[in-house]
């Protein structure tokens, strides 16, 4: 790079850099507000809380039945990531091996979910759920979840799976491998670390899912992020430092496989999912 | 498959000639992915279009007459685009500096691993920790107190500017990281060869990365808004949701589930997309006004 180190060019990388500081100050101490408060004995009117305490948790537990809230989630999740891996990966590898005619409009149905915002077609889609019974329970949140999670896990594969040298698979099939020994001993291996990367993507996208699991759960098959929501909205009811406990305890459920995640894949690629578009 | 071919040798030629453009059992595992979107994603999308025109009283247009006729409903498009062009503008203007600055770096995995703890948290998250973080004896009020630039609380909360910093927090890490692929996509060898010439930093930016980003730029502004349009927690959160950040998700949600008019909802959700639709071609309509020639290679 050639630069000149003129006042007004340091004064510029220097407000850039200031600007990130100023963002990335306020991210974390919004963050700690959380983490402390719900350590809080009590908090008013102070920089930090008077005492520290660990009864919030317990009393969040219970209030909320977080025990419920935490069965419900990790069956939802669970099942979204399967079934999300069962359609996806065969799809993505079906258009990453296979130019056909409509391919293009076959892109654009796995595109046109992830580029348009799930309260947009959550609406139609819940009152279609609705009437076909699914939801207002567990199957009616893993359907309305399964419609971004699936074309993300296909466009995620896609240049994975292209990137792997069909004549390997030739060669197996020249060596006399059958469809399952083939699919066992050479495609799996090699689609593992894709598989794997682009289901713990969908798992951390699926906790955090909003939208669709708000307007599709009934009382029963609330995820914790949407039972954190009605908490939020009925602040008040509870003390604000039970509300945090459950915000750290959904904290914790995300960031542990976000940190999971990336150690596989790169952190634009959370977001990165519509570069072809 | 049987239907198309009666006898033996003709299922062999059909076979052929469509393995031959590419159709065989192997294209055929896409078909449960598409079959399951066609239902579960354009199936509700056709029928809430149709349940749109069929209205509970009135005529096939009477619910988008309703939406267009009572200011309750048709503000929204309007308190909604007030916080969503602002905020992506905002966002832009900011990721794109940071992101110049930030493709010279060697070391940028800190970096966006931070910024994407906002997106991965989510905006309930989010919310929960303004209500604490921005709140009358919250740090952020405490501390512009303490260095004496405000002598009382600023009301940041249940009001547009809530609302508004809500969309700041989780939508400059989206901006940001789009923006830094598009920008990462440049060739620097362009701008060095710009700045042999003497080209300095300003005409550098306007004359070679300007005109290359623009077509990324342009669908980063899209993405950013249509996220940022379909605001809806944080609105109700943070914001004043009978009041100026009524948004136009909140009125398609309380007319489904509060009014249980479907129709009417459909119909909103509808108007939504369409206004999204609208801004996007209208933002790429203007690129193509203002840029032709060959893009960034992304395209």
Redesign the interface.
Known sequence: ????PSWL?RL??TA??A??GF??L??F???A??VL?SFASRW??T?LPLGWTTRWYGSAWDEFQLGDVLIVTFEAVFLVVLISGL??V??A???A?????G?RL?ML??L??L???????G??????LYQAGFAGSLSGVV??N??PT??FV?LVMIPFIEQIDPRIEAAARVFGANTPRLFLHVLLPLLLPGVLAALLLVL?RTI????LT??TAGPTSQTL?VA??YA??A?GVRA?QS??AM?VI??AT??VW?VLA?RFV???Q???R??R? | MTALAPSLPQRLGLRMSLAARGVDTLTLLMLPAAAFLLLLFVYPFLYGLWISFQPKEGGAFANYGRFFSDPFLYDTIWSTLRLALPVTLVNLLIAVPIALRVRLMRRQRVLTTILVIPITLGTVLVAQGLLNYLGPQGWFNRTLMAAHLISSPVRLLHNYWGVFLSLLITGLPFTFLLTLSYVSGVDPALENAAATLGAGAPSRFRTILLPLLLPGLAITFCLSFVQAFSVFPSAVLLGAPSGPTRVISLAAYEAAFEQYDYGLASAIAMIMGAVQLGVVVVVLAGRGLLYRGASGGKG
């Open positions: 790079m050639v630069q000149r060019a510029w990388v850039v850099w600007l990130v963002f990335i306020n991210l101490a919004m963050i507000t959380v408060d008013l009117g920089w359609l996806g065969p799809a590898y079906a258009l091996r296979r130019d056909f005619p391919k076959v149905l796995f046109l979910p580029l348009i915002p799930p309260i947009t077609y609406i139609p889609m819940a009152t279609v359907m309305a399964l419609v699936v074309p296909v951390v955090a899912m909003f939208e708000f307007l992020v954190l929501y939020v909205f602040a604000v509300i945090d915000a959904y904290m995300t960031l976000l990336l790169n952190p634009t959370i977001v990165g519509a570069k578009a």
